[in-house]
């Protein structure tokens, strides 16, 4: 299985633009989640799901938004686009809640707002 | 609230030497740890998983981490490096879910690892 997949992985946008992240894993894997990686720093939480049509607020959720209507996919949108939102975005996956739990992430998307 | 330290930007180490990249961390209740590596352009993988049991932890390609409980450390640690464990490493920390369910996996600010031949 291709495990989880991320497009694009690269993409440039302008002040204002809006566009969708696509994250797809084929783990059957309940939980979601969105990360957004800055240099220097650690992975922030976006926004996470538990299951399909039930999403939740990370740590740092101002300016995106998330729907799941399917358990393979979880798509982030970012409706209008600002500089302090280039980063790289990492989409990963669990099987279950339990903070034993792996999670599995996909290989990222270069996000630059100019 | 929980959160990890990596104090160590970077670090360089003698291809065939042992290496240890360091992790503290704090928590309210029991720690659950992780380490993954990040190469250049990839996304994270997944090293290695203290939960319970046998502080020495084995992971994958010949890492292992030490977790120390009163030292509330989690360091990963190679017996001979190679050019190839050149990369990113990020040590994770989860602890209990609180409230309506919170799932996060706390992230340290990685430390990067150059392996000289």
């Known amino acids: 299985n291709a495990g989880v997949t991320q497009t694009p992985k690269f993409r440039i946008l302008k002040i204002g633009q809006s566009m969708t992240l696509q994250c797809a894993q084929d783990m059957n894997h309940n939980y979601m989640y969105w990360y957004r990686q800055d240099p220097g720093m650690g992975l922030k939480l976006i926004y996470y799901s538990v299951g399909a049509g039930i999403t939740d607020k990370g740590e740092v959720p101002n300016g995106y938004n998330v729907s799941r209507s399917t358990t393979e996919d979880f798509p982030l949108r970012l409706e209008l686009a600002a500089p302090s939102q280039t980063s790289v975005y990492f989409c990963?996956?669990?099987?279950?809640?339990?903070?034993?739990?792996?999670?599995?992430f996909g290989p990222g998307t270069r996000l630059t707002v100019l | 609230a929980q959160s990890v330290a990596q104090p160590e930007d970077q670090v360089n180490v003698a291809e065939g030497n042992p290496l240890t990249v360091k992790c503290t961390y704090s928590v309210s209740g029991n720690p659950y740890l992780f380490w993954y590596v990040q190469y250049p352009n990839r996304g994270l993988q997944f090293l290695l998983k203290?939960?319970?049991?046998?502080?020495l932890v084995k992971g994958s390609y010949g890492f292992e981490a030490e977790f120390n409980k009163s030292q509330t450390s989690f360091h990963l640690k190679k017996p001979s490096a190679l050019v190839s464990d050149s990369a990113l490493y990020f040590c994770a920390v989860r602890d209990l879910p609180s409230g309506a369910g919170s799932y996060q996996l706390t992230f340290g600010k990685g430390t990067k690892l150059s392996v000289i031949p």
């Open positions: 990963a996956s669990s099987k279950t809640r339990y903070h034993t739990n792996t999670q599995y």
């Open positions: 203290y939960i319970t049991g046998d502080n």
